[in-house]
């Protein structure tokens, strides 16, 4: 049997497919065929997906309630200048971006119940420390520390979640752990409104009672991670050994073939620099964080510009934000059905509300308008899926962990610019600051595009045999020795991961 048709056969449809040589299953003396695998994925949906919800909720409200703390005279309590405060939100950016890389390679090492748990209890300190600070440089240096702690949540989040599902599974358990990001923002406004009727108590202003709290709330809950969150399959607790099994087995067939374990090696880093997919994922997510950032820390202070009160704005951010969250689940459970995240991206958020809402904020005089196209940039920003389908056209899981890491990394870094383009001198409309979030989109949708191309050209050649390697005792026309020589066709996939020949990337 030739490897095109060994290959043809066994993964045509990897969505369903389960590998049927024994000599490539995992633990084939374990017998789960009585494994219900429909009530297994909701109990790991129910031990998974909720807490890192959580989570992320805590991240991102105490990366973004210095903007509603703002509001409630925090610059001129520590005597700082609009230049001096969009400094201490952009040192935020420097470690927050240099640190994911190396702090999803740790999150493998050491367990994600350690790992995670650890820089949630340090950001948690970080933050409750904002309440007590006195200067513009203590707060620039708690922002320092904020950012190194944070650093490693979203992508460390993204790549266990890649460990944990099928590629066709990950954009609607993506969207559920992301909307939290959404829910942060509308409880933030809420929660600022409510805190700061604390102003006076024990001495102290209600913008800092808003850190205090948050953080020490953020601390207690990294406690509790480090008995709450699970690991990896292979190892899970709350999993039987069979049902471990089940799982790994599954994503293996879904191409996952690192879902059984993994030793690091640095060739996976190496890898992951020298491939294309990883300079256009850089593009991808910095088309989304840097028009993210702007968004979570600005919106209060556009529609406070807009002519309402800091209460008012703040609660009128709101549903800005539910709507968001309504969005972002609904259009991750449509990536998965229609399994074209490509379009789905492209078309549905950047070109439609995205370029809509920001061409209507950069020319409208009218606060109503505005704030109606504040609607339209929430549906673009939050909502797009290609978190998902990134990781899921990755293969190897440190190499998965290193990709998401750079891309994750410089996208956030490019919150250091965007953090900036909202100036006083711009209120109250800030156009300049929205033609920047517009060019930024403008990015994002053409490396998207790129992305697509490059996959659906990949799938085409592999389709055609011109990625097949030379296999020991395979007959194979196709094979050519500058694709490798291995001596299985398994030694094949797990030394090429997703260059492999029989690896289909997800459109």
């Known amino acids: 049997m030739s490897l095109e048709t060994a290959s043809q056969k066994e993964y045509k449809d990897p969505e369903t497919v389960i590998v049927q040589d024994a000599e490539n299953v995992y633990r084939p003396d374990v017998d789960t065929s009585a494994v219900d695998g429909r009530k297994l994925m909701r109990r790991i949906d129910w031990h998974v997906v909720p807490w890192l919800a959580v989570l992320y909720l805590l991240n991102f409200l105490d990366r973004g309630?210095?903007?509603?703390?703002?509001?409630?005279?925090?610059?001129?309590?520590?005597?700082?200048?609009?230049?001096?405060?969009?400094?201490?939100?952009?040192?935020?950016?420097?470690?927050?971006?240099?640190?994911?890389?190396?702090?999803?390679?740790?999150?493998?090492?050491?367990?994600?119940?350690?790992?995670?748990?650890?820089?949630?209890?340090?950001?948690?300190?970080?933050?409750?420390?904002?309440?007590?600070?006195?200067?513009?440089?203590?707060?620039?240096?708690?922002?320092?520390?904020?950012?190194?702690?944070?650093?490693?949540?979203?992508?460390?989040?993204?790549?266990?979640?890649?460990?944990?599902?099928?590629?066709?599974?990950?954009?609607?358990?993506?969207?559920?752990f992301f909307s939290s990001a959404t829910i942060a923002g509308a409880f933030s406004g809420l929660l600022a409104a409510a805190i700061h009727n604390m102003d006076g108590v024990g001495g102290k202003p209600g913008w800092a009672w808003i850190f205090i709290l948050e953080g020490l709330f953020t601390v207690l809950c990294a406690i509790a991670s480090f008995f709450i969150l699970s690991d990896f399959p292979d190892t899970a607790k709350f999993l039987s050994e069979t049902e471990r099994v089940w799982v790994v087995r599954r994503l293996q067939a879904d191409m996952k073939f690192s879902a059984g374990g993994e030793k690091f090696k640095m060739k996976y880093v190496w890898q992951s620099l020298a491939d294309w997919k990883t300079w256009l994922a850089m593009g991808i997510y910095m088309g989304f964080d840097g028009p993210l950032f702007a968004f979570s820390l600005f919106t209060p202070t556009i529609i406070n510009q807009l002519g309402y009160q800091a209460t008012a704005a703040?609660?009128?951010?709101?549903?800005?934000?539910?709507?968001?969250?309504?969005?972002?689940?609904?259009?991750?459970?449509?990536?998965?059905?229609?399994?074209?995240?490509?379009?789905?991206?492209?078309?549905?958020?950047?070109?439609?509300?995205?370029?809509?809402?920001?061409?209507?904020?950069?020319?409208?005089?009218?606060?109503?308008?505005?704030?109606?196209?504040?609607?339209?940039?929430?549906?673009?920003?939050?909502?797009?899926?290609?978190?998902?389908?990134?990781?899921?056209?990755?293969?190897?899981?440190?190499?998965?962990?290193?990709?998401?890491?750079?891309?994750?990394?410089?996208?956030?870094?490019?919150?250091?610019?965007?953090?900036?383009?909202?100036?006083?001198?711009?209120?109250?409309?800030?156009?300049?600051?929205?033609?920047?979030?517009?060019?930024?989109?403008?990015?994002?949708?053409i490396c998207s595009l790129a992305f697509y191309i490059h996959l659906r050209r990949e799938n085409a050649a592999k389709e055609r045999g011109e990625r097949d390697e030379v296999i020991d005792g395979v007959d194979n026309k196709n094979a050519r020795e500058e694709n490798g020589h291995f001596e299985s066709i398994e030694a094949a996939r797990m030394e090429k991961g997703d260059h492999w020949s029989g690896f289909r990337y997800s459109l």
């Open 314 to 445: 703040n609660l009128l951010s709101v549903p800005v934000y539910a709507w968001a969250c309504i969005m972002t689940v609904a259009i991750g459970f449509i990536g998965d059905r229609v399994k074209t995240r490509a379009w789905v991206n492209l078309y549905v958020f950047y070109l439609s509300s995205g370029l809509v809402g920001y061409i209507i904020l950069i020319c409208s005089t009218n606060p109503s308008l505005s704030y109606f196209a504040v609607y339209l940039a929430a549906s673009s920003i939050y909502p797009t899926i290609r978190t998902a389908w990134v990781s899921s056209n990755v293969e190897g899981s440190y190499k998965r962990s290193a990709v998401l890491g750079m891309a994750i990394g410089w996208g956030n870094l490019n919150g250091a610019v965007t953090s900036n383009v909202y100036r006083s001198v711009d209120k109250p409309w800030y156009r300049l600051g929205h033609g920047i979030v517009l060019a930024y989109i403008a990015i994002g949708w």
């Open 65 to 176: 309630n210095i903007g509603n703390a703002k509001l409630y005279h925090m610059t001129d309590d520590l005597h700082i200048t609009d230049k001096q405060y969009l400094v201490a939100l952009t040192v935020f950016f420097f470690p927050y971006s240099l640190f994911e890389p190396p702090s999803n390679l740790a999150l493998k090492k050491l367990r994600p119940s350690i790992w995670l748990s650890f820089i949630m209890l340090v950001w948690g300190i970080a933050m409750t420390l904002h309440g007590v600070v006195t200067n513009y440089a203590g707060l620039v240096g708690l922002r320092v520390l904020l950012g190194l702690a944070e650093a490693g949540l979203y992508p460390g989040i993204v790549f266990y979640l890649s460990c944990w599902y099928k590629r066709n599974e990950l954009g609607t358990r993506v969207g559920v």
